[in-house]
RNA sequence: CGGGGCGUAGCGCAGCCUGGUAGCGCACCACAAUGGGGUUGUGGGGGUCGGGAGUUCGAAUCUCCCCGCCCCGACCA
């Protein structure tokens, strides 16, 4: 590709609402164009970078024998309502209406779709297991877009879903996929970790997400630094105590707390260590609790995990907290002030509180706060449950190495659904046996257009983008420098460009009457991985400069041979 | 959805408080010089000031309504 009939859209300036360099250098180097909120154009330069992203995927989909399809965007409402999911599936849902007043979605996923394919097409085991998936655009209406095209609304993504006899055969298809997934993500030439996920409300079968590892990740994960134990943060399990509950030392003393309202000001100014302080929060109960509110116990170093506590049973769903209001009329005393002794709220600790000894918590009057409190002399020992989040040097739950907490990118997901959308569908097949089964599913995607953005988070510098090579938009940039006014530059880089364009290399010739400065700007923002100059100096000595993106110098490579020399450098297809 | 903020040239912004000819930088076009890290000079093109209504002799500026965009959003006791 030359310069000069391609379409570069290189800014120096940033919009000033990209917030994550990721975001920035999209925008700066001319990737993408948003259209409005959480829409965006894939300009020629980005889409060859997108393109890239997608056929490894489709590579590996296809080498694994899974099946490329294509369905519709827009499904009729009439699928979603058979599955319940036209009213469960939130605000996230795209409804759209036809002239003739009939309801539809655009898709934010396809579940639907590809299982009222299959209760139409599958009618044997025999044609099992069977792996459908397709490369597509979808849509989630998401109440806050940001970041590009990292949370965007449109976006690309590879959907692939899985259908099986039973529950076996699923595991199989998963643990293959997940293989498949771990394969893609090297081949892109990202770090990543597959982590174990939330299955959700749907049923207790595995599934995994995978993140690219980058600081900017919206998301929490938890790993082991002695083990492959890998967790999403609301789904790490905090390690049991291992030492008993010490015996008590310390009376029990109430002391008037004015200004004391939350841990940090009682740790400073009552000099007592925060492991020995409680927090107390009160949330709202399940329906059916004999009351309407529990309070839930974390250390005061310690942060409570929503997801945990949801699933105690008693704790209401979603988690609500209560009001200072409620918390008040049912305690007597404001947040700030509450604590374990005389608290007339059924209460669950977290583990690391139950083996706690001459500890301070609020008073549950107003202002004041007890030291020394110790279990079953000042309060009953309340029921025990995991309630907080893993921290950085917690015990790894395998046992084996300590926790270590990183952030990361969700760009891919893989779930055992189980019968949940056959079942609704009616999706069955003949078995071995002669009896009609239900098809155990799987379903596994990859957000094909964030990882652009997720690979950009994890290779960058100050100049612009790094791209792993496998994902360049080109693989070489060649760069006459004043090739108007030396022929000989001219034709030296005509040369090459002809030598590697007839090698089937992605070469980029930037024949601009600009300056060099500018050029290099340019490709270095671009991200170019490999960048050849070609100037009078280096024809007279017979070497051309040669410089990887993120070489520090340059290096020479011989004139005579350089097409071959480059090529050789290139990083396998 | 709730709270806050912002809409002025393709991008980044000033002007608004205190109403009176719409500006700056980058980008773009032309010419010239320069020619190995966003060079320089001269000249130019480009605006329904988000939309509508109102106040006024006069509105980017004041008032009201609408639209769009951005940021934040339990609690961390």
């Not at 000033?16 to 020629?44: C, F, N, V």
């Not at 029990?252 to 004391?260: F, G, I, Q, S």
């Not at 000595?541 to 020399?565: C, F, H, Q, V």
């Amino acid at each position: 590709m030359r310069a000069s009939k391609f379409h570069l859209l290189t800014t120096r300036e940033v919009p000033a609402d990209a917030e994550i360099a990721s975001h920035q250098l999209m925008l700066r180097a001319g990737m993408i164009r948003k259209l409005t909120a959480g829409i965006y154009t894939w300009t020629p330069l980005g889409w060859r970078v997108l393109r890239k992203v997608e056929n490894i995927v489709r590579e590996e989909m296809d080498r694994a024998g899974y099946l490329e399809l294509l369905m519709p965007a827009v499904q009729p409402a009439e699928l979603w309502r058979e599955t319940g999911r036209w009213e469960d599936f939130g605000g996230q849902l795209l409804k759209i209406r036809d002239r003739a007043g009939r309801d539809y979605v655009f898709g934010p996923t396809h579940e639907e779709v590809i299982t009222d394919l299959a209760r139409n097409e599958l009618r044997s085991y025999k044609q099992l297991p069977i792996t459908f998936y397709q490369i597509q655009t979808k849509f989630r209406d998401e109440i806050r877009p940001r970041f590009g095209v990292m949370r965007a609304r449109e976006f690309l993504m590879k959907d692939a879903y899985s259908f099986h006899i039973d529950s076996a055969s699923l595991e199989t298809t998963y643990w293959e996929m997940y293989e498949v997934y771990s394969r893609i993500f090297t081949r892109a030439g990202l770090s990543f970790r597959a982590v174990r996920a939330d299955s959700g409300a749907i049923g207790g079968n595995a599934s995994h997400e995978f993140h690219v590892l980058a600081d900017s990740g919206e998301d929490q994960i938890a790993f082991s630094t002695g083990s492959d134990f890998a967790a999403n943060l609301e789904l790490a399990e905090a390690p049991m105590p291992s030492t008993p509950r010490p015996a008590a030392t310390e009376q029990l003393r109430l002391v008037d707390t004015p200004a004391a309202h939350t841990i940090e000001e009682l740790v400073t100014q009552f000099d007592v260590p925060v492991e020995k302080t409680i927090k107390t929060l009160i949330v709202a109960a399940a329906p059916g609790n004999d009351s309407p509110f529990v309070a839930l116990l974390v250390r005061g170093d310690h942060s409570l995990n929503e997801f945990k506590a949801v699933k105690l049973g008693c704790v209401a769903r979603p988690l609500r907290f209560a009001t200072e209001d409620e918390i008040r009329a049912a305690i007597g005393a404001g947040p700030g002030s509450l604590g374990p002794v005389n608290l007339p709220v059924p209460c669950v600790a977290d583990h690391s509180v139950c083996i706690m000894a001459d500890f301070a918590g609020g008073a549950n009057v107003e202002n004041k706060h007890y030291f020394g409190i110790n279990w079953d002399r000042d309060a009953a020992l309340p029921a025990c449950a995991d309630l907080r989040n893993v921290i950085e040097g917690d015990d790894s739950p395998d046992g084996k190495g300590k926790i270590s907490l990183a952030r990361g990118i969700e760009v891919g997901h893989i779930f055992q659904l189980g019968t949940k959308y056959s079942k609704a569908l009616n999706a069955v097949v003949l078995g071995e046996d002669g009896k009609s089964h239900v098809m155990p599913m799987g379903c596994y995607g990859i957000g094909v257009s964030r990882i652009v953005a997720a690979a950009i988070e994890q290779n960058h510098d100050d100049q612009g983008i790094c791209w792993p090579e496998p994902l360049a938009p080109f693989q070489v940039a060649v760069l006459p420098m004043n090739a108007r006014k030396s022929h000989r530059v001219r034709e030296v880089a005509e040369k090459l460009y002809a030598d590697l364009l007839a090698a089937g290399v992605e070469v980029f010739l930037d024949d601009r009457d600009i300056r060099p400065g500018v050029m290099f700007n340019d490709m270095e923002l671009i991200g170019i991985p490999h960048r050849v100059v070609i100037g009078e100096r280096g024809i007279d000595s017979g070497e051309l400069e040669y410089r990887y993106r993120t070489d520090a110098e340059n290096t020479t490579i011989p004139l005579a041979t350089a097409a071959e020399t480059i090529i050789g450098r290139l990083a396998p297809r």
